[in-house]
């Protein structure tokens, strides 16, 4: 069957006839999604990329969803699912209660990224423990359930974080609270959907002007856009959590530290890639005179999968058109030119590319 494939730490992908079938049922891929970690894979710059055991390539791709095949006990003939991409370790109790995104080993794998072969191929097999049901309703927006599911899982433990102290309004709800998000890629977009969906008053920040599609995005979302050309400026204890999604430079978490209030909480998604972080006296006593926590962000899993399908669902139904809004490119998989620069570069107006089998 025909694959797109790599082979990590080399740079470049392969279009590759491949014969590979491991056990579970038999789903057919409809659609793959592209994003930023793909790209990192395609450079060579992803230190955690790594062939399977016993190959010399890696498949790409962990968004992905796909026609079931054949009747499963859970899943029939026709279902539409999406798998979920990182599997446990086998070893650590986390991996084994189903949470691989805690696993304590590190030898956990992950779908077309770390030892273990990706969706961007005609057919996969899987464990139907390891698959979503997809809504019909929204199947056009489904491939943004797998980044979605990592922020549902990053909300979740924020919120475990933050029962801490009280961490609500008075009337038991976020409304009252402030976010900053760093950064208008897919991920920063969805982060800001579901922190606004949450009820907090929600700031998403880029250094340039908004585009014309983020622009509506926000304005339909209620989501305020702040330009960040020219540096961050708030007042002092403006938001109650602040998270950067930009991956882009250290320093935009030493300028924006300040920012947060009391008992407030800085969440880390996706990688920087460059900078250091400057943190002096002043900005660690007050990290411990405020109550601060930092945390990483990573990976969500299954009942995140199915918490992310929920709100896609509800949000083409607050929201219409934001499905079309959301999926800026889709390109077939004979396009093999395209999907080539379209693994390398994201394009400029780009939120969600998806690639399509059929
Ligand atoms: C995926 C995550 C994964 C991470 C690190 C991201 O692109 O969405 O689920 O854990 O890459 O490999
Ligand atoms: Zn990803
Ligand atoms: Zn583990």
Redesign the pocket.
């Known amino acids: 069957m025909q694959a797109i494939t790599v082979k990590p730490p080399g740079a470049g992908i392969t279009f590759q006839n491949v014969d590979y079938k491991n056990k579970g049922i038999k789903i057919k891929i409809l659609e793959n999604g592209i994003?930023?970690?793909d790209r990192e894979i395609v450079k060579g710059q992803l230190n955690?990329a790594a062939v399977p055991a016993g190959f010399n390539y890696l498949i790409l791709g962990?968004e992905a969803i796909g026609i079931v095949m054949e009747d499963g006990n859970t899943f029939k003939k026709g279902d539409i699912v999406m798998p979920v991409?990182?599997r446990g370790c086998g070893k650590c109790l986390n991996c084994l209660v189903g949470r691989p995104d805690f696993c304590e080993t590190g030898n956990f794998v992950?779908a077309g990224?770390?030892g273990m072969h990706g969706f961007m191929r005609e057919y996969i097999y899987d464990d139907e423990k390891y698959l979503v049901r997809v809504p019909a309703d929204i199947k056009n927006m489904a491939i943004l359930a797998?980044?979605l599911a990592?922020l549902e899982k990053s909300m979740d433990e924020i919120i475990n974080i933050q029962k801490r102290m009280i961490w609500k309004c008075s009337d038991n709800t976020f409304h009252c609270l402030h976010a900053l998000v760093i950064g208008t890629g897919t991920i920063g977009i969805l982060f800001s959907l579901l922190l606004k969906t949450y009820g907090f008053d929600v700031t998403i920040a880029n250094r340039r002007d908004a585009h014309e599609k983020e622009l509506k995005i926000f304005n339909m979302t209620d989501l305020k856009y702040y330009n960040s050309a020219n540096g961050y400026n708030f007042d002092n204890n403006s938001f109650d959590l602040i998270i950067e999604a930009s991956g882009s430079s250290a320093d935009v978490i030493s300028q924006t530290l300040v920012f947060l209030k009391n008992n407030g909480i800085f969440g880390l998604f996706g990688f920087i890639r460059s900078g250091e972080l400057g943190i002096n006296t002043h900005m660690l006593q007050d990290f411990v005179y405020k109550s601060i926590a930092m945390v990483g962000l990573?990976?969500?899993q299954k009942p995140h999968f199915e918490m992310a399908m929920d709100h896609l669902m509800q949000w083409k139904y607050m929201y219409p058109g934001i499905d079309k809004l959301l999926i800026t490119d889709e390109i077939q998989i004979s396009d093999r030119e395209k999907i080539t620069t379209a693994l390398s570069e994201k394009s400029k107006d780009e939120i969600k590319t998806k690639i399509l089998w059929d």
């Open positions: 994003c930023g970690t955690s962990h991409n990182r992950e990224i770390k797998q980044p990592d990573i990976n969500g």
